[in-house]
């Protein structure tokens, strides 16, 4: 699956997710999203982890 994420400071990130159901929730799933290697989504997202360190 694909989705497209529009993030106030990073722009647009495209990612490919997976869903996982949760054994000890039951109704609730984990999502899980993965940029391209290398694409613009993955320098956003590294961008954006960096921005979040203390420092």
Request: aromatic fraction near 6%; proline fraction near 9%.
């Amino acid at each position: 699956m694909f989705k497209v994420v529009q993030h106030p400071a990073a722009g647009r990130i495209e990612l490919t997710y997976q869903t996982f159901d949760v054994r000890d929730a039951p109704g609730q799933q984990l999502l899980v999203g993965t940029p391209e290697p290398g694409s613009r989504s993955a320098e956003a997202l590294a961008a954006l982890v960096a921005a979040s360190r203390p420092g």
